[in-house]
């Protein structure tokens, strides 16, 4: 395995001094050329390999629970050839390509410290992946403490925080020296600003570090060793997107944000300053990227999954956002009876969670995605309705629609054949009460039941939905809980009835779905849920 992303020459070509990246020596012996750019400048280097044999080993290797090695799909195996090879690489996949896992191994096979850095939402998830699919023990770095607690006497730690809160662990972790780090979500990290420029007396310039995301990022990727950026959507906007994430997992190989933007993003200055809208070098680009990233397609992924995956999302307190207002609503509906006072502190629990739910849902649009979101009050409905026109609105050629019990049933049924026949993205939003019934929505990747009902047939009515004859592509059905709400209530009514209707009335989807909601899936096709993540597919 190399340890270093760069090799020294005694002299490049002309074209070589004007890659982002290339830098001369400052005694003049020479020049340091990342390999990323050896193939463009026609060098001659050993380029690293991992062997098919060595992936089969590492996903079996001591820090994983068990042989992993015929579970692993192609494509996983691909990004994880690329990740053992190098000392930084990027794996570029869509919502369902198994990148959590690809992660997961990457770090039981690479020296410690081991830390995940991804946003606020997902950390529950890699926490749960990790103790089910490693032996490492995930601790978690949450809120603004900034000292990493003791792992426990014999337990090799994976250290898992959130970009949302990275500045405030900056110190901690660079002091780590973490051997290892994932970079999920790297997309998040756009703005290439971290410094600003300060005189000194004698008329020198020194740079100062901003204390934001993105200068804490980059102190932790230099303080690091082997990193692997994971994203579905590497290009969330424009090509100038792609430096800080390129510039985290391989620390000055890809030269300034200036240089980068001049060289492949048609850098012009406009009278007021520098602004890199464009794609310039293209090829040279393509040819530079293909060295660190492997992008796996849609169609592969699609291929090797389920018709119909399940998940239970548990957002943690902290993962939940701030509720509505509602104390006027709460105070109401409690002298106004029980039924009413458990409905409202459903709904409260339910705007608990639309943080949650935008991101994952923006990120499956992004990715050309269609999705469904169910909810159980129209309220509810109307509230992410009005929050998704705003958002999801500006991504290109996405529509929305949404409607619940007040909706005309013809204008309902209008509605259904247009996202039946919308090649996506798309979203539509709705109470399960109005769709989840006698209607087809079975041209759907994602759907997201953010209010479970209290019932078995209508959880079980909800699913069917989506899993159908006729069924176009998989789909992952999402259960979004927010624990210490009235949520868990609900899931313990739920649990409580599933047995009977599963042994009663023989119905193996209530015996499936109450292995979900218990929190153990043995349903066909289970171990493929932790494959599911959302975001957008850009051209190779």
Not at 343 to 357: D, F, Q, V
Request: with cysteine; net charge positive; aromatic share 8%.
């Amino acid at each position: 395995m190399p340890n270093k992303s760069f090799a020294f020459v005694r002299s490049v070509s002309p074209l070589g001094r004007e890659l982002p990246g290339v830098w001369e020596n400052k005694n003049g012996s020479g020049f340091r050329v990342p390999l990323n750019a050896h193939t463009v400048l026609e060098i001659p280097v050993a380029m690293p390999r991992v062997s098919a044999d060595e992936v089969d080993r590492a996903l079996k290797s001591e820090l994983m629970k068990e042989d992993l090695s015929d579970f692993a799909k192609v494509h996983q195996k691909r990004m994880l050839r690329k990740a053992l090879a190098l000392k930084g690489s990027h794996s570029w996949a869509p919502p369902g390509a198994g990148k959590t896992l690809v992660g997961l191994t990457f770090l039981a096979n690479k020296p410690g410290p081991r830390l995940v850095i991804t946003k606020a939402g997902a950390r529950g998830t890699w926490l749960e992946q990790c103790r089910r699919y490693t032996n490492m023990e995930p601790i978690l770095l949450l809120g603004q403490k900034g000292e990493a607690p003791q792992p426990p006497e014999g337990r090799t730690p994976l250290y898992i925080t959130a970009w949302e809160t990275l500045k405030y662990w900056a110190d901690a972790l660079v002091s780590m020296k973490p051997g290892a780090i994932v970079w999920d979500e790297i997309h998040w990290l756009r703005q290439p600003k971290h410094t600003k420029a300060i005189v000194q007396p004698d008329g020198s310039v020194r740079f100062q570090g901003l204390g934001n995301s993105l200068d804490a990022a980059r102190r932790i990727a230099q303080a690091s060793g082997n990193k692997l950026g994971m994203t579905a959507t590497p290009i969330p906007g424009r090509v100038r997107d792609l430096w800080t994430q390129l510039d985290m997992v391989e620390p000055w190989q890809w030269g300034t944000f200036h240089e980068f933007g001049m060289r492949y993003c048609q850098g012009m200055h406009n009278g007021y300053g520098y602004q890199y809208n464009g794609v310039g070098n293209e090829h040279e680009l393509k040819e530079r990227l293909g060295y660190i990233k492997v992008r796996i397609k849609r169609e592969e992924v699609d291929k090797h999954l389920p018709k119909k995956r399940r998940e239970v999302v548990r957002l943690s307190h902290a993962e939940q956002n701030k509720p509505a207002a509602m104390k006027r609503e709460i105070k109401r509906a409690k002298k106004e009876g029980e039924d009413s006072y458990f409905e409202t502190l459903l709904m409260e629990a339910a705007s608990r969670k639309h943080g949650y739910i935008e991101d994952r849902v923006l990120e499956a649009l992004q990715s050309q995605q269609k999705v469904v979101v169910f909810t159980g009050r129209r309220m509810d409905c109307e509230r992410l309705a009005n929050r998704f026109e705003k958002s999801a609105g500006k991504i290109k050629g996405c529509t929305i629609w949404w409607a619940h019990g007040g909706t005309h049933p013809g204008d309902r049924d209008k509605i259904r054949h247009e996202y039946m026949a919308h090649p996506g993205p798309a979203l539509l939003i709705g109470t399960g009460d109005a769709w989840g019934e006698s209607i087809d929505l079975q041209d759907t990747d994602l759907a997201l039941i953010t209010m479970l009902p209290w019932t078995p047939d209508k959880i079980i009515q909800w699913e069917g939905r989506f899993a159908r004859l006729g069924q176009k592509r998989p789909v992952l059905v999402s259960y979004v809980v927010a624990r210490h709400t009235a949520d868990e209530q609900v899931a313990d009514l739920l649990l409580d009835k599933l047995p009977h209707v599963g042994e009663i009335a023989e119905d193996a989807a209530a015996d499936e779905i109450e292995g979900v909601l218990s929190g153990v899936d043995e349903s066909e096709g289970a171990a493929a849920s932790l494959l599911a993540r959302v975001a957008q597919l850009t051209p190779t």
